[in-house]
């Protein structure tokens, strides 16, 4: 089985910083994009920014300059380093990964259970 787990929420002010983590593990044979996603209260579930396997990224309008993504491949972990956090943020974050667990014939979309980013004073 494929658990994906994010940490590192939490409350912080306006200006401030976060850095989210995302573990995968379980029999995992490749993982290909993943993605960081958030969900306001209230809102549809949207992206925030993606890499590929091979780093290239991609970012939301609303966030270029002032989040980025990274992953480190031999850890099987994303981050999400949020600088300059404004109130508009907050949501609950959400990792996903483009995964092919071990003897599967193609990859899937797993994702980790969420972490609250809370951005005020």
């Known amino acids: 089985q494929v658990q994906l787990v994010e940490s590192g929420g939490g409350l912080v002010q306006p200006g401030g910083s976060l850095r989210l983590s995302c573990v995968v593990s379980?029999?995992?044979?490749?993982?290909?994009?993943m993605a960081w996603y958030c969900q306001a209260p209230g809102k549809q579930r949207e992206l925030v920014a993606r890499v590929t396997a091979g780093g290239t990224t991609y970012y939301t309008d609303s966030v270029k300059g002032r989040f980025t993504v990274s992953r480190d491949n031999a850890e099987k972990t994303i981050y999400l380093q949020m600088n300059y956090l404004k109130p508009e943020d907050t949501a609950v974050y959400y990792c996903?990964?483009?995964?092919?667990?071990?003897?599967?014939?193609?990859?899937?979309?797993?994702w980790g259970q969420g972490t609250q980013v809370t951005v005020s004073s």
């Open positions: 996903n990964g483009d995964i092919r667990t071990w003897g599967a014939a193609m990859t899937r979309v797993y």
């Open positions: 379980g029999s995992i044979d490749s993982i290909g994009d």
